[in-house]
C-alpha cells in the first residue's frame, strides 16, 4: 500500500446493524484515488439499476480525499455522495470544513451506509470501535443544535467531528444537505434526504490514527511555495470600487483572460461575498429568476448586500482544515440568536438578487435558518423565486399560498415562504422538493419558470455570461452545479502550464468570441472536466486551484504523498476515467444524458432584451455534442464507449 490513503472503507448497513472493514485493493487507488473517485467507484459498482434513492438499496457515502493530512494545503475536502433523489443518477456534494481528516484519522478513506435503520441513529467511532448510537432525542433538533449536542456527550478524549442532518432531511426534502462545523453544507444533490430517509441522523467522528506522507520533505517545500502565492496580499479596491470596476468592465467590448491571483486577494479580504455586486454589474448574477439583469438590481439596490456591509459582521475569519487563506468567516448580528457562518455568495444572490431581495439582515437570518435545517440555500433561493414568478403571472394565488403575497423585493414573505419549505407546511410541502417537481404538481405550464438542470437547481453564474457554465450544467453526470469548470475558470486554472497539448487562452480577446463554438473551448471545457475529479480525488479545494496549477502543485502533491512518479497527463487520464464511471452510473440507473437540458431561459432563449447579456445565446447542442465527442463518448447519446466501461468494472 503507498502511502497518503488509509487503504480500507468502513461499511455500515443500517437495517441489520452490521458494521464491518473492507480493504480496497492498490489497484482501484492508483486508476481513481480517493475521495469522489473511490466513492464512485463503491456507488457504481454496488448500487442496484433502479435502486430508490431514498430506499435500502441506496449506498451514502462520505469519503475524505487522497492529500488530506499530508501536509498539503487546500486539501481538507470531504465528499458525500449517493443516489440523487433530486436527480434521480449521480449525486455527489463537496463540502470543507474540518471532517476530511477524522475520516482518515478514523483508519478509512470513506464509510459508506446501506439499509435503512428501524429508528434513528448515529454512527459514533472512538479508537477502534465504531457503533451505531440512538438519536431518537435528536430527531427534530436543528444541525447547530444536534453538532453541539454530539460535540458535548462525546467530549471525553480527542475532539470528534460531526456530520449531521437538521429537519430538512428528517422530513425528507430533496433539497436538503448536510451539515457540518456548526454550519458548513454538503448543500447539493439532495442528499440529506437520502440520510433522513435511512433515519441516520449523524456520524461522530473520533479516531486519532496517523495519516502518512511518502516524501515529507518534499511535501512541506511544496506546500511552502504555494504559501508564498497564498499570502501575497496588496492594497486592494473597496467593495464599492469593485462594483465600479465591474460597470467598468461590462461596457468594454473585450475581456482579458482571469488571473486566479486577482481572485484570491478578493476571497482574502472578503470572501466568496467580494462578488455580490461585481457580478451582478458584468452580468454573471442571474437576476429576478433569470428574467432580469443588472438593470433591476442597480446601486441603489445592491448597495445594501456590498462586501463590505458583510465583513463589518465579521467577527473572526474561518479557515477550513488545512486552508492558509481563510475566506470564510463567523458573523453575528441583531437578527441571529447567536454566531452564525457568513453567507457566500451563491446563498446572497439565490436569495437576494434572484428576488429582488436586498435586506440584508433578512439575509443572514435566511442563511442561519437554512443551516439550521439543513437546506440547500441556492435550491431554496432558486425554488422561492420560482413561486415569486408563478405568483406574479397568476399560476399561484394567495390561495395557494396559504395567504403570502409573493411580490418582488418583499423579505418578509421570503423568510414566511422558507419557514412553510422547511416545516412542509402548506405551499412549502410542494416547494421543499424543488423546482422540478413543485413545477409538475403545480402545472399550468409553471415549467417555463423552474430554473434547473436534470432536475437540480441552476447555481448563480449566468452561462449567457460565461457559455462554459452552460456546458457544465448540462453535461456533467451531477448536473447544474458551477463548481466543475467554465471557460474563466480554465484561465484561472492555467492548466497548460504542467499539461502537454493544451493551450493558452488570448491575455485580451473580444466577448462576442466567447459564444462562438470551437474546438478549442471545448477542449477547455473536458480539461475542466478531468482536473476538477483529480482534485476531488485529491480532497482539494477550487479556491486553491484558481491561483494556478503551477502554484498550487496538486500534481507534485500527489506524487510526493504517495511515492508514485506520474505525470499531469496520468492524473488527468484519471480524471477521463471517473468521470466517464459517473456518466455510466447515470446510463445505468436509466437517465438519458441527450434530455438533460438547463430552462431555456438561462442560455438565451430567447434572448434577453436588456442589460448585461443582452442579445446573448448559446448553441448548447452543437456544444454538447462536441464535448461528448472530445471526451470520446458518443455524440448522440452522451454513452461512454465499450472500453472505457471496461476501465472502471475490471478492477
Known sequence: M??????????????????EEESIPDSVYEKFLSGSGLGGFILYN?????????????????????????????????????????????????????????????????????????????????????????????????????????????SSGRKPRVACIGQAGERLSLIAGISNDLGRMAARSGLGAVMGAKRLKAIVLGGSKKIASHDKD??????????????????????????FLGMILRYLPFQTAMD????????????????????????????????????????ALSDSIGPDRIKARETAKYHCYSCPLGCGGICSGPSLAGETHKPEYETVTALGALLL???????????????????????????????????????LTEKETDGLKLKWGDSRALVSLIDKMIAREGIGDILADGVKRAAEKIGKNADCYAMHSGGQELSMHDARFDPGFGLHYTTEPTPGRHTIGSQMYYEMYRLW???????????????????????????WAVACSRFINVLNGAGGCAFGAFIGVDRFPVFEWLNAATGWNRTPLDYMAVGKRIQAMKQAFNLKHGLDPASIRPNPRAVGSPPAEKGANKGRDLDLDKMVADYWSES?????????????????TNV
Open 218 to 243: 518534499a511535501m512541506k517545500a511544496l506546500s511552502a511555495g504555494c504559501n508564498k502565492w497564498v499570502q501575497f496580499q496588496p492594497w486592494f479596491l473597496s467593495g464599492n470600487g469593485l462594483r
Open 260 to 299: 486566479g491571483m486577482l481572485f484570491k486577494i478578493m476571497l482574502t479580504k472578503w470572501g466568496t461575498v467580494s462578488l455580490n455586486q461585481y457580478s451582478i454589474e458584468i452580468g454573471d448574477s442571474p437576476v429576478k429568476n433569470w428574467a432580469g439583469s443588472n438593470l433591476d438590481f442597480p446601486k
Open 357 to 395: 431581495n436586498n435586506d440584508l439582515e433578512s439575509l443572514f437570518l435566511l442563511n442561519d435558518k437554512l443551516n439550521r435545517a439543513g437546506m440547500d440555500t441556492i435550491s431554496a433561493g432558486v425554488t422561492a423565486a420560482f413561486a415569486f414568478e408563478c405568483f406574479e403571472k397568476g399560476i
Open 632 to 648: 470520446g463518448w458518443n455524440t448522440k447519446t452522451g454513452v461512454p464507449g465499450a472500453d472505457t466501461a471496461a476501465d472502471f
Open 2 to 19: 503507498a502511502d497518503a490513503y488509509m487503504g480500507k472503507i468502513l461499511k455500515v448497513d443500517l437495517g441489520s446493524g452490521v458494521i
Open 46 to 154: 454496488r448500487i442496484p439499476a433502479g435502486a430508490d434513492p431514498l430506499g435500502p438499496d441506496n449506498i451514502m457515502g462520505f469519503v475524505s480525499g487522497l492529500l488530506t493530512g499530508t501536509g498539503s494545503l487546500f486539501t481538507g475536502r470531504w465528499m458525500a455522495m449517493a443516489k440523487s433523489p433530486l436527480t434521480g443518477g449521480y449525486g455527489e456534494s463537496n463540502c470543507g470544513g474540518n471532517l476530511s481528516p477524522a475520516i482518515k484519522r478514523c483508519g478509512y478513506d470513506g464509510i459508506f451506509f446501506s439499509g435503512i435503520s428501524e429508528k434513528p441513529v448515529y454512527l459514533y467511532i472512538s479508537g477502534a470501535k465504531a457503533e451505531l448510537k440512538d438519536a431518537s432525542d435528536l430527531w427534530g433538533k436543528d444541525a447547530i443544535e444536534t453538532e453541539n449536542i454530539l460535540l458535548e456527550r462525546h
Open 497 to 523: 502550464k504542467r499539461v502537454p497539448g493544451l493551450s493558452r487562452p488570448w491575455l485580451v480577446y473580444s466577448k462576442k468570441s466567447k459564444y462562438r463554438v470551437n474546438r478549442k473551448k471545448i477542449l
